[in-house]
């Protein structure tokens, strides 16, 4: 035999008994998104490297070391998408969304960044993400963080996140923190590691975000980011506080909070818990106004967040909320004897017309009442349907309950549709 092909280190298979889980908590993600007005945008996954490199910023932990970049057989540099906002963006300026318009907009999808694979950080990943584009006002902010709100409500885990919040300021008051952060700095430069020293000159933002503990201990004693709010941006970060506080959305203001990448100004907010070790961000966004206009469309305001999907299902599945997913199959037919299937494969189908959500398994192969009982118990099907010779000639089944202690019952054929109907609504 020869050896057998693995996948790719940090890119995983999601196997049966997984992806159910995954289509569960999808199935809210698109829902919620529907609940606000939002539509569906799907990008490519292969994108100019450019477009990362002028979007996400080359001084970033992802342009800088992340990316999956190669040239293909025309010698064009690639590179698979890291994230979705500078896609969302190239897409809507190619296409003329943007222009003059108001979007909202959601997309959902597999994600590239060469990463040291851990719990929670991997190769590929998948991001659930909100887009909007045109409105300037702290209400969309505040929307899209109701959105992000309203999802951890539906999926059961309002309680084991928290929002933390911080305003970035326009493009002067950023520049204006750089300085006294750099200056800052520089004063105290020995005690910064070289990682901090490097981004103390490419992007002094950053330090900020240094996960070193000497560092963060002297950034105690650092400029206070507020301090060089400008008016306009504050009265912005009050009434998006004030929208979430007339909401009951609690959140924390984290001055250090800046986000990793470039393009982001005024509103940034980051989901955070503690249920799933050190990678505890789940979702993260902000206000990018400058993004379109520096992807080569009119300037337009925009906000939104992306999700880790991975870290989602990491989260419920630790939270023991995924545990009481329908199964792939609410019923296994079992049909023993000459001919039988004949019949039963044809009432599944009607039974499958009439109950358009039922998930009917039969069995195939033949063999023993036996061996068939013990394949309806394995496909986690909440009933067999059995069918032998003396079923269809009384055309009733048997119904035998395979997760309760209940009495099998005798079901006329006609019958069966509403009890499958009852099966999946109860
Ligand atoms: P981190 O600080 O954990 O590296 P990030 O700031 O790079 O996160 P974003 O680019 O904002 O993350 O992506 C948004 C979300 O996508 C993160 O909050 C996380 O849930 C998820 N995510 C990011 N990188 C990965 C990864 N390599 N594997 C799994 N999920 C990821
Ligand atoms: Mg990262």
Request: hydrophobic share 35%; net charge negative; charged share 25%.
């Amino acid at each position: 035999m020869s050896k057998a092909i693995q996948a790719i280190r940090g890119m995983n298979d999601c196997l049966p008994g997984e992806t159910n889980k995954w289509q569960m908590v999808e199935d809210v993600l698109r829902r919620v998104a529907g609940n606000y007005g939002y539509a569906e945008i799907r990008m490519p996954v292969l994108e100019s490297t450019n477009l990362f490199k002028r979007g996400i910023g080359e001084v970033t932990d992802i342009v800088e070391k992340e990316m999956y970049t190669f040239e293909d057989r025309n010698g064009d540099s690639l590179t698979l998408r890291p994230e979705g906002t500078a896609s969302c963006v190239r897409a809507g300026n190619q296409h003329g969304l943007l222009y003059n318009q108001e979007q909202r907009l959601w997309y959902m999808g597999p994600m590239f960044r060469h990463e040291r694979p851990q719990k929670g950080r991997y190769r590929q990943f998948h991001q659930f993400g909100i887009e909007t584009y045109g409105i300037a006002s702290a209400d969309i902010d505040a929307e899209v963080i109701m959105l992000s709100a309203r999802l951890w409500r539906e999926l059961g885990i309002n309680e084991f996140v928290t929002l933390e919040l911080n305003s970035l300021g326009s493009n002067q008051a950023r520049a204006d923190y750089r300085d006294a952060l750099v200056e800052f700095l520089t004063k105290h430069e020995e005690l910064l590691d070289d990682d901090s020293k490097r981004r103390m000159h490419s992007n002094p933002l950053r330090v900020l975000d240094s996960k070193n503990k000497d560092v963060q201990a002297l950034l105690v004693d650092a400029p206070k980011f507020s301090d060089s709010l400008d008016e306009e941006s504050k009265q912005h970060f009050a009434n998006l506080c004030q929208r979430l506080d007339a909401a009951g959305i609690k959140y924390q203001i984290n001055e250090r909070l800046v986000r990793g990448l470039d393009y982001y100004n005024r509103t940034v907010f980051e989901w955070v818990t503690d249920s799933l070790g050190a990678q505890g961000t789940v979702c993260a966004g902000g206000r990018y106004d400058g993004l379109v206009a520096q992807l080569g469309g009119k300037g337009t305001p925009a906000v939104g967040f992306a999700l880790g999907i991975e870290r989602l299902v990491l989260m419920l599945t630790e939270l023991e909320k995924l545990e009481n997913i329908r199964a792939t199959t609410d019923v296994y037919m079992v049909m023993v004897g000459e001919g039988v299937d004949f019949t039963g494969l044809a009432l599944a189908e009607q039974w499958r017309d009439q109950v358009p959500n039922i998930r009917i398994q039969g069995h195939c192969g033949g063999g023993k009442f036996n061996k068939q009982m013990k394949r309806a118990d394995k496909s986690g099907a909440a009933i067999a349907i059995i069918l032998g010779e003396s079923e269809i000639a009384s055309e009733q089944a048997t119904v035998k309950y395979l997760r309760e202690n209940k009495e099998q019952q005798t079901v006329a054929f006609s019958d069966i549709a509403q009890l499958l109907e009852q099966l999946i609504e109860g």
